[in-house]
Each structure stands twice: as structure tokens, then as C-alpha cells.
């Protein structure tokens, strides 16, 4: 079994297509870590904000294989492969695959978001704080710590099955980085 840390993301009917997103992971995988959900706005275009959170699921499958099956779950929510879209119904990146490093079945790995984009790197603080970047050798926590952007995030109230699995920071909080 390898571990795999899954980012998703949705700014189309969000609440909606993050339940489907993890029901659908859950009825694959068996049982899910899940980050706190944070909304954030849209980084590199125009677009409604986001909701974003991480995913930790363990699989038999191949990255090739979890990578195909992952495109297949987009796209029966109608995910647009033609164009480059800021508007999505769901998406899922795999952000790590047990401790590769490196290009694999087309797949850079770990993925250049984690470090890049805080809605990324802020749930994985929480989700796995103590767990190395494969590349880096530091801890998310740390990464986190050590982060400096002007992205906008914040974490929000959510509830999947019946179970608040995200709840807002105090707004001193909202200002920076996690100590």
C-alpha cells in the first residue's frame, strides 16, 4: 500500500462537488484523512473562489493507474480538458505518492504546488504536519512556518456525512503563516 496526499479543489457549486469528490475517494480507498477546507480566491486568473482541502488515502494502485481513474472521477463532473479553466467543478491533484521524487508516467512528483501555493501547503501543515517533502527534506510544518506569499485563505466551516470536518481560525489567525 503506498500513502498518497491528494489536493482538490472546486469553485463550481463547491459544497456539492467536495462531498462527491470524497465520497466518491472513500467508496475507492476505504477511510480518508481530510484537511480542514479552506476557501481561497483564485490565483493565476479571474474566478470565483475556491475551496480547497487535502486528502490522505492509501491504494494498491499504480500512480499510473490512480492517475487514470482520478482524470475519469473529474471528468463525470464535467471537467474540460480542452481548455485551461479557472472554473472547476472538481479537481484533484496528487501532490505526493509515497516518497517518489522525479517525473513519473508523466506526473512531477512531489507536485510544485505544495511549495508554490498556500491552500495547498496550510492544509498539509495541519493534516501532516511532522511528514517530509520528498524533495526538500523539511517537514510541511516547517514549509509552512518558512512560507511567505500574499495568497488569500482562510479556513471555513464544512460538513461532509453529517460531520463538521472544517471549522474557522480565530482572525488573529487570518493574518499569516501558523506559528
Known amino acids: ?3 498518497v496526499l491528494l489536493g482538490i479543489g472546486s469553485n463550481r457549486d463547491r459544497e456539492h462537488h467536495i ?9 475507492a480507498f476505504g477511510p480518508l484523512r481530510v484537511s480542514r477546507v479552506f476557501e481561497s480566491e483564485a490565483v493565476g486568473c479571474r474566478a470565483d473562489n475556491y475551496f480547497n482541502l ?5 491504494t494498491d494502485l499504480s500512480l499510473a493507474e490512480l492517475s487514470s481513474w482520478i482524470k475519469r472521477l473529474e471528468d463525470r463532473f ?5 481548455v485551461r479553466r479557472c472554473d472547476q467543478s472538481l479537481d484533484i491533484d496528487i501532490l ?3 516518497t517518489l521524487s522525479g517525473c513519473f508516467a508523466g506526473i512531477n512528483l512531489p507536485r510544485n504546488d505544495i511549495t508554490r501555493n498556500a491552500f495547498v501547503l496550510w492544509p498539509l501543515s495541519e493534516l501532516v504536519p511532522d511528514e517530509k517533502h520528498p524533495s526538500t527534506g523539511k517537514s510541511f510544518k516547517q514549509l509552512w512556518r518558512m512560507y511567505q ?4 485563505l482562510w479556513p471555513i466551516d464544512f460538513v461532509w456525512r453529517g460531520q463538521r470536518i472544517s471549522w474557522p481560525d480565530e482572525p488573529a489567525a487570518l493574518q499569516g503563516a501558523a506559528d
Not at 78 to 82: A, E, I, K, L, V
Not at 149 to 152: G, H, P
Request: hydrophobic content about 30%; some cysteine.
Open 96 to 98: 505526493t505518492f509515497g
Open 149 to 152: 506569499s500574499e495568497q488569500k
Open 1 to 3: 500500500m503506498t500513502t
Open 19 to 27: 462531498c462527491e469528490g470524497l465520497d466518491a475517494l472513500e467508496a
Open 54 to 58: 487535502v486528502v490522505s488515502l492509501s
Open 78 to 82: 464535467g471537467r474540460d480538458r480542452q
